[in-house]
T-cell receptor, first 109, second 117 residues
Framework: KQEVTQIPAALSVPEGENLVLNCSFT??????LQWFRQDPGKGLTSLLL?????REQTSGRLNASLDKSSGRSTLYIAASQPGDSATYLC????????FGPGTRLSVLP | NAGVMQNPRHLVRRRGQEARLRCSPM?????VYWYRQLPEEGLKFMVY????????ESGMPKERFSAEFPKEGPSILRIQQVVRGDSAAYFC???????????????FGQGTRLTVV
């Protein structure tokens, strides 16, 4: 059974810092991994999709890497802004999407 | 191209009533997934459907919960005889057919927040 964990559970940083969020999964037999953002009381916004054959994807200030063999992904956020404050979720797709518990990020102005 | 549409956004039911949650996938998408998010918890998979077929319902509670995705119309998640523990946010996601599993990207709706009083 696939299990996904995320570290840290919560993170508070001053504006401008570069951040790394971590995601680990137990079963490497995945098709892809997707990072989402969830604002309080809102739905999920897809940030990046990494196929299992890829090592990384980039979108603006976001960069996500995938090491399938070790069961790890990282989301790198450059030059963080208060608008980045949200919960960040990673999900791996095998039989269906299995989500981690999320990292709650607060970027202080 | 409208995104995944869920309605209602908020639903209040008394214990014992039925709740019906609707999800209209993105245009051209024929795969629908339902997830539940309990307060302060992560998203848990419930059911995966394609048009007129339930593909995987391993996350569905055995009683009171059912889901369908008819040939025409939205997918419906139905909860009978609701209890307080059913209070949660229910999210629907859709993905396109035949896209290859590596490219399967999920697009989520805004969710339905069910409150059982």
């Amino acid at each position: 059974k696939q299990e996904v964990t995320q570290i840290p559970a919560a993170l508070s940083v001053p504006e401008g810092e570069n951040l790394v969020l971590n995601c680990s999964f137990t079963d490497s037999a995945i098709y892809n991994l997707q990072w989402f953002r969830q604002d309080p009381g809102k739905g999920l916004t897809s940030l990046l999709l990494i196929q299992s054959s890829q090592r990384e994807q980039t979108s603006g200030r976001l960069n996500a890497s995938l090491d399938k063999s070790s069961g790890r992904s990282t989301l790198y956020i450059a030059a963080s802004q208060p608008g980045d404050s949200a919960t960040y979720l990673c999900a791996v797709y095998g039989q269906n999407f299995v989500f981690g518990p999320g990292t709650r990020l607060s970027v202080l102005p | 191209n409208a995104g995944v549409m869920q309605n209602p956004r908020h639903l209040v039911r008394r214990r014992g009533q039925e709740a019906r949650l609707r999800c209209s996938p993105m245009k051209g998408h024929s795969h629908v997934y339902w997830y539940r998010q309990l307060p302060e918890e992560g998203l848990k998979f419930m059911v995966y459907l394609q048009k007129e077929n339930i593909i995987d319902e391993s996350g569905m509670p055995k009683e009171r919960f059912s889901a369908e995705f008819p040939k025409e119309g939205p997918s419906i998640l139905r909860i009978q005889q609701v209890v307080r523990g059913d209070s949660a946010a229910y999210f629907c996601a859709s993905s396109p057919p035949g896209s290859g599993r590596m490219n399967t990207e999920a697009f989520f709706g805004q969710g339905t927040r069910l409150t059982v009083v």
